[in-house]
């Protein structure tokens, strides 16, 4: 595959399971090198950058958060152990979780247990959010993680990560098609290689590999909701 994204541009990975789409989440944060080709940023090859500069320079959400055993506070500091407590706090509160940490009685001293496990997996995942505002990084890596939350807590985290997509370029691992409508780019990829590139329109269009995955989950997320309610409307 070959693609160019520009600096601040939201771009978004689909294809099935097994695409190749964390694995090139992976070179880029060089958890494993290229046995062939390379990976620029502004046209500087990622391996010329000491591993600890480069990581630096990303921020990366993933679909499974990874919290530590400690407080919150210390686990929002470690993308920044600089940050004041006043910055934490302005973090928290874009990623909308300053209300839920300020209700504990210990408010961000409160310990969660190791990996979160005191915390909903929607308020693990607001705490990710938040610890990579704190960081500020201008390159983010988003593995989207909100196929699996109610639908207040959903529109609660898509808030957080519209602040934090903010003057950032951001790549997003796409599970949910209704949610990458707005990217500037798609890139489809299939079985290790990129196979249809352009806007969410433009990809229906080509009726490609896109289309049929939009299609095939539309109709599932269609015949869910009817499921709970069949007098909704479909629009």
């Not at 994204?5 to 939201?10: C, E, M, N």
């Amino acid at each position: 595959m070959s693609c160019t994204i520009p600096a601040g541009a939201v771009v978004a990975l689909v294809g099935p399971s097994g695409a190749g789409k964390s694995t090139l989440f992976h070179l880029i944060l060089r958890f494993y090198e290229p046995t062939s080709g390379r990976i620029l940023i502004d046209d500087t090859p990622i391996h010329q950058f000491p591993v600890r500069d480069l990581r630096q320079l990303i921020s990366y959400v993933p679909q499974e958060t990874h919290l530590f055993s400690g407080t919150i506070r210390e686990n929002l500091r470690y993308g920044r152990p600089s940050a004041s407590d006043s910055d934490i706090v302005s973090a928290a509160k874009d990623a909308n979780i300053h209300d839920f940490i300020a209700s504990l009685p210990n408010g961000y001293g409160t310990e969660i247990g190791e990996r979160g496990l005191r915390l909903s997996g929607g308020q693990r995942q607001r705490i990710s959010i938040a610890r990579a505002i704190l960081k500020d990084a201008p390159i983010l890596l988003l593995d989207e993680a909100t196929s699996a939350l109610d639908s207040e807590t959903e529109l609660l985290i898509q808030d957080a990560l519209d602040k934090l997509m903010k003057h950032r370029t951001t790549i997003v691992i796409a599970h949910r098609l209704s949610t990458v409508r707005n990217a500037d780019a798609i890139f489809v990829m299939d079985n290790g290689h990129m196979v249809e590139q352009g806007t969410h329109y433009e990809l229906i269009q080509q009726k490609g590999l896109y289309s049929h995955l939009y299609r095939l989950q539309f109709r599932e997320e269609t015949v869910t909701v009817l499921e709970r309610d069949p007098n909704v409307e479909i629009i």
